[in-house]
């Protein structure tokens, strides 16, 4: 078997190859992988058809990764979400600490989030309702400030 007629990336012996010295090959591929493709070496130089179509692919997939966070990082999230939590962490001394019970559940055809009255008035529940399969019963108990609660509640309903 010459070397010179394998895949570089798969080593088949394909009847169709492409050189991934042409159309940008080697640095899509060292893009991908950090592997160079030189003239030099001593290597094959070219990609079967499922493997070109592939590393197309990848780079393609990456490309967009890349564009999408560079977009997301120019928005400034980080200021915003500095924001909620200096909101939620911070505290009023004229606001009356509660205690609530949090609890997710999933029921068909019920979407809103409310706060029921407990027997204890420093004490409630909070139903999240409508979630889906893949998320799990979980209950918690918390001091929270009621109007911090009540804005992330808000928040909440906006989404």
């Not at 590393?55 to 966070?69: G, R, T």
């Amino acid at each position: 078997m010459e070397k010179y007629k394998l895949c570089r990336l798969c080593l088949t012996q394909p009847l169709v190859s492409y050189s991934l010295l042409d159309k940008n090959g080697a640095s899509i591929l060292e893009s991908l992988t950090s592997i160079k493709i030189s003239k030099e070496d001593n290597l094959p130089k070219r990609a079967c058809l499922k493997c070109w179509l592939n590393i197309k692919l990848a780079y393609q997939i990456q490309q967009n990764i890349l564009e999408a966070d560079k977009k997301l990082r120019s928005l400034n999230f980080e200021d915003e979400t500095d924001e909620i939590i200096d909101t939620v962490s911070s505290e009023d001394d004229n606001i009356k600490q509660e205690r609530f019970e949090i609890i997710h559940k999933s029921e068909p055809d019920v979407d809103h989030v409310e706060a029921d009255d407990a027997p204890n008035p420093e004490y409630h529940s909070i139903k999240v309702e409508n979630l889906t399969e893949d998320e799990v019963l979980i209950i918690c108990e918390t001091d929270v400030n009621k109007q911090n609660l009540m804005s992330l509640k808000n928040r909440r309903s906006l989404q």
